[in-house]
């Protein structure tokens, strides 16, 4: 069993849907991530959060929603997505923002937008 | 300015033998960690090896270690008695200690290939 979880592992949705993607970890960790791995690009941060509360917001467009209720679970709500959207979103934890403090990463979640 | 570099799009490697992966970074924070992952097909990037800029010995993990040459920034993994179930896409990552707050700098990512 890995230390962070993410369900679902696999998505398709249309342009007009509304769905979301969640993240459990069982680390004890109290900052918990979302990546965005698109194809031939660099893992680009979307957001962070500490104890709870937004730390980082990388520019996202407000079509992704993110909600943090606890240091365990993190949610990622999409809401009218383009298919430059897809792409695999990878939540991930760790103990802090010291430099010693390695991320973990869940299995990750594979976004299609028709 | 990029700083995390992988220079190795794609390595093939015999079974059994060892193979070094290349990463250079560029910060001026004195204090940073270096991560190595490993990203298998599936897609879960599981992490491997870490080393602190002030560590004074190269940092070891089984059969995966860090070849760290901090004059040079430069991090290369180096694995061992490679396996065929060591091919994957393996990605360099740097965390700057006083400046970086909660952002872990990735590289583009080195895909190995592990020939039986």
């Known amino acids: 069993e890995t230390g962070v979880t993410q369900t679902p592992r696999h998505l398709v949705m249309g342009m007009t849907n509304k769905k979301s993607l969640k993240c459990e970890q069982h680390l004890g960790h109290n900052a918990m991530y979302w990546y965005k791995q698109s194809a031939k690009k660099p893992l680009e941060l979307m957001f962070v959060y500490n104890f709870k509360e937004q730390t980082e917001n990388n520019s996202v467009p407000s079509r992704f929603s993110p909600e943090c209720p606890n240091s365990s679970h993190l949610f990622l709500h999409l809401h009218t997505l383009q298919p430059e959207d897809s792409a695999l979103y990878l939540c991930a934890s760790s103990q802090g923002k010291d430099r010693r403090n390695t991320i973990y990463f869940g299995e990750g979640s594979w976004l299609t937008v028709v | 300015a990029q700083k995390i570099t992988q220079t190795q799009p794609g390595m093939f490697v015999q079974e059994k033998e060892a193979v070094t992966l290349d990463c250079t970074y560029d910060t001026s924070d004195p204090s940073y960690g270096l991560f190595w992952y490993k990203q298998p097909s599936s897609g879960e990037m599981i992490f491997l090896i870490y080393?602190?800029?002030?560590?004074?010995q190269n940092a070891t993990e089984g059969r995966y270690s860090l070849n760290f040459q901090k004059a040079r920034k430069s991090a290369n993994l180096v694995i061992s008695a490679s396996q065929l179930g060591d091919s994957a896409m393996y990605f360099c990552a740097m965390r700057e200690g006083r400046t970086g707050g909660f952002k872990t700098i990735f590289g583009a990512g080195t895909r190995l290939f592990v020939k039986a």
């Open positions: 080393q602190g800029s002030y560590d004074q």
